[in-house]
């Protein structure tokens, strides 16, 4: 479009800086899903990130057991979508991996369901009212007063939310929230899953998987052996093995200050500790812009 642009203008051959020139003199410019599409990945929706920029995007969805950090599901939707229309598919998702293990929510035993302000709305706290998900979903500030209209459920339902997340419970879930659920994207998108060239949704829910698998056997092996990455298991064994090996010198010289159990004890600082805070945009990053015909 901005080469057509430039030659209608009188320029037969633009550069690169005649055509941003061209760019950021056009009137009516937006950016919308509805007006523009990607020439390499049609299922690729424009986003919004933190910075300001736009980019073509996916977005990735956890849901995480707050008592052991894993990953139950891992859902990429339509970046163009918000918080509360996929809140239901991952729940889905999450259902069913946890069926699978014989954890499945019931009716009569809830799973907590904890979440940030973005899941908070009247039709998602109705529908999940009363059901296998017992909800904490932080509630954004108001202001003014809310205005039911006779919708009695929708009232009960956001009232009943509000109590569970001021309670004491409510309040510890939403401090572990902030610090597993955040610490899970960090570990997936900062470790190769940020920027994708892969093409198609499906494609790139396959490899993020492949992620969520590698983050979820790094808390499985950290609770079996202790350590959370190969690097790191590799780097106590050769700890492991200076110790027998000074134990053996050890028990051939009286000279030696330094006892076994003071070697054993050192600690290692070949890994650095998982971060805990993370700010991210929550987008996978991919492909480029065409005007739609």
């Known amino acids: 479009m901005l080469k057509r642009m430039a030659t209608e203008s009188g320029i037969e051959t633009p550069s690169a800086d005649d055509l941003v ?36 995007a996916y977005k990735p ?3 995480v057991d707050l008592d052991t950090g894993a990953v139950v599901a ?15 598919g991952t729940l889905e998702a999450a259902a069913a991996n946890l069926a699978s293990v014989d954890r499945a929510p019931a009716t009569a035993e809830p799973a907590e369901l904890v979440a940030d302000k973005g899941y908070h709305s009247r039709a998602v706290l109705k529908d999940l009212d009363g059901g296998v998900w017992k909800t904490r979903i932080a509630e954004p500030q108001r202001k003014s007063f809310s205005r039911w209209h ?7 339902a956001v009232y009943a939310n509000r109590n569970r997340l001021r309670s004491a419970v409510g309040k510890a ?19 190769g899953m940020r920027r994708t060239w892969l093409r198609g949704r499906e494609n790139v829910h396959k490899r993020y998987l492949i992620h969520v698998a590698g983050h979820n056997l790094g808390i499985l092996m950290r609770h079996l052996i202790g350590v959370g990455t190969p690097r790191e298991a590799a780097a ?4 492991l093995l200076f110790v027998v090996h000074s134990e053996r010198f050890w028990r051939c010289s ?5 006892t076994p159990t003071a070697v054993a004890t050192s600690p290692s600082s070949s890994s650095p500790s998982p971060p805990t805070r993370h700010d991210h945009n929550g987008y996978i990053v991919n492909g480029l812009l065409r005007k739609c015909s």
């Not at 056009?26 to 599409?37: E, F, H, M, T």
């Not at 401090?175 to 960090?186: C, L, M, N, Q, T």
């Open 173 to 191: 879930a939403m401090r572990k929230r902030a610090e597993i659920v955040e610490r899970s994207f960090a570990h997936t998108l900062e470790r």
């Open 254 to 258: 009286s000279s030696l200050s330094l």
């Open 236 to 239: 106590r064994g050769r700890v």
């Open 61 to 63: 969805e956890h849901a």
């Open 21 to 56: 020139r061209i760019d950021r003199a056009r009137k009516g410019k937006k950016l919308s899903n509805a007006d523009w599409v990607s020439g390499t990945d049609p299922e690729a929706m424009i986003a919004k990130m933190k910075d300001g920029t736009t980019r073509l």
């Open 74 to 88: 891992a859902e990429i939707h339509p970046a163009d979508e918000g918080d509360t229309t996929t809140l239901p």
């Open 150 to 156: 006779g919708d009695t459920e929708a009232r009960d």
